[in-house]
């Protein structure tokens, strides 16, 4: 069974009408509503992130199929959307989530009866945009680090709840978005050792993040100042200084890392670098690469590798000493 795609909108009647009558003409299927498709996609995603850029994908590849009607949803007109995504010079990170969505969409029409399993296995094989090279991340010294968390100080509440946010970004490798979702109550003793119990990650994956003592301490005095005793331990704070509301968005903290950054010269920083440079410490203090995995959160071990930016030095490089230079140093 083929696919044919409802298309939406005022601007895709007239190409839904010719698929329409090209299909009547072909003795093929009425075009099927891809609707509860695009529900399952969305409903089998956690992360409200996730959903939205699903959604976006999705919506995008509806859009290329109206500009130039197509009878059939399979391996080849997808590929062709991947190499139009390729001509318009997306990034390889951009056209690859965009293929991801497409082929979620496929496996999910083909578990409703809309597409043969033939055909969602051909979009499936398609393949993504290759990346050559390896994007280079950015990682803090340690003495860096603590530059970054001593430029909040302690002597506001704002202040005081951004270093303990900037400690627990560090110190625990969290996403901004887990971080955002921590709850008081789930750092929790286990083992004679603080940890942020039972977190519920990208993904939906569970795991238990250890919480270091100098973390607990700064997220304790920031606690104690705003009398928060359950809930959300991150909150805003009103002009006046009061700790009001339940939470914020990770968007916030993006904006206080950047803060915080500005203040203490560290240009270009990204609320993701705290994480891997919590990775990278890890792993300089002797930390084992099966544990700083269970930190992180990561279903592949390779994930871990690239967090810790390993697999190129470049303090002692290896072509510092190879023994041509001039001088003879």
Same mark, same amino acid.
Request: charged share 25%.
């Given at each position: 069974?083929?696919?044919?795609?409802?298309? #939406?909108?005022?601007?895709?009647?007239?190409?839904?009408?010719?698929?329409?009558?090209?299909?009547?003409?072909?003795?093929?299927? #009425?075009?099927?509503?891809?609707?509860?498709?695009?529900?399952?996609?969305?409903?089998?995603?956690?992360?409200?992130?996730?959903?939205?850029?699903?959604?976006?994908?999705?919506?995008?590849?509806?859009?290329?199929?109206?500009?130039?009607?197509?009878?059939?949803?399979?391996?080849?007109?997808?590929?062709?959307?991947?190499?139009?995504?390729?001509?318009?010079?997306?990034?390889?990170?951009?056209?690859?989530?965009?293929?991801?969505?497409?082929?979620?969409?496929?496996?999910?029409?083909?578990?409703?009866?809309?597409?043969?399993?033939?055909?969602?296995?051909?979009?499936?094989?398609?393949?993504?945009?290759?990346?050559?090279?390896?994007?280079?991340?950015?990682?803090?010294?340690?003495?860096?680090?603590?530059?970054?968390?001593?430029?909040?100080?302690?002597?506001?509440? &704002? &202040?005081?709840?951004?270093?303990?946010?900037?400690?627990?970004?560090?110190?625990?490798?969290?996403?901004?978005?887990?971080?955002?979702?921590?709850?008081?109550?789930?750092?929790?003793?286990?083992?004679?050792?603080?940890?942020?119990?039972?977190?519920?990650?990208?993904?939906?994956?569970?795991?238990?993040?250890?919480?270091?003592?100098?973390?607990?301490?700064?997220?304790?005095?920031?606690?104690?100042?705003?009398?928060?005793?359950?809930?959300?331990?991150?909150?805003?704070?009103?002009?006046?200084?009061?700790?009001?509301?339940?939470?914020?968005?990770?968007?916030?903290?993006?904006?206080?890392?950047?803060?915080?950054?500005?203040?203490?010269?560290?240009?270009?920083?990204?609320?993701?670098?705290?994480?891997?440079?919590?990775?990278?410490?890890?792993?300089?203090?002797?930390?084992?690469? #099966?544990?700083?995995?269970?930190?992180?959160?990561?279903?592949?071990?390779?994930?871990? #590798?690239?967090?810790?930016?390993? &697999?190129?030095?470049?303090?002692?490089?290896?072509?510092?000493?190879?023994?041509?230079?001039?001088?003879?140093?």
């Amino acid at each position: 069974m083929t696919l044919l795609p409802r298309l #939406e909108g005022g601007r895709c009647n007239g190409a839904k009408r010719k698929i329409e009558e090209e299909a009547s003409s072909q003795n093929g299927p #009425e075009a099927p509503d891809l609707e509860q498709s695009k529900s399952a996609v969305l409903n089998s995603l956690t992360s409200p992130s996730s959903q939205r850029s699903y959604d976006h994908a999705i919506r995008e590849f509806i859009d290329w199929y109206c500009s130039e009607p197509r009878l059939a949803f399979n391996k080849t007109v997808v590929t062709r959307y991947r190499i139009s995504l390729e001509q318009r010079q997306y990034a390889p990170s951009t056209i690859n989530l965009r293929l991801a969505a497409v082929r979620r969409l496929a496996y999910e029409a083909s578990d409703c009866g809309l597409l043969s399993p033939d055909l969602a296995a051909g979009i499936r094989r398609v393949k993504g945009a290759r990346r050559l090279g390896v994007r280079i991340g950015t990682w803090l010294t340690v003495e860096e680090s603590r530059r970054l968390i001593d430029t909040f100080g302690t002597l506001t509440p &704002k &202040k005081r709840r951004n270093r303990a946010m900037i400690a627990v970004l560090i110190g625990c490798g969290l996403r901004r978005a887990e971080a955002a979702s921590l709850k008081l109550e789930d750092i929790q003793l286990r083992e004679g050792h603080w940890v942020i119990a039972d977190l519920n990650g990208k993904g939906g994956h569970i795991r238990t993040v250890p919480m270091p003592e100098w973390v607990k301490r700064s997220v304790d005095e920031w606690a104690a100042l705003a009398a928060i005793t359950s809930g959300p331990l991150f909150r805003a704070i009103n002009k006046a200084g009061r700790v009001w509301g339940n939470g914020f968005t990770p968007k916030v903290i993006w904006s206080i890392v950047k803060e915080g950054a500005v203040g203490c010269g560290l240009t270009g920083l990204a609320t993701h670098d705290l994480r891997r440079t919590c990775a990278r410490l890890c792993h300089q203090a002797g930390g084992e690469l #099966e544990q700083i995995q269970f930190l992180l959160g990561h279903v592949s071990i390779e994930t871990t #590798e690239r967090y810790l930016g390993c &697999k190129q030095r470049f303090q002692n490089a290896v072509n510092d000493a190879i023994g041509l230079d001039p001088n003879g140093s």
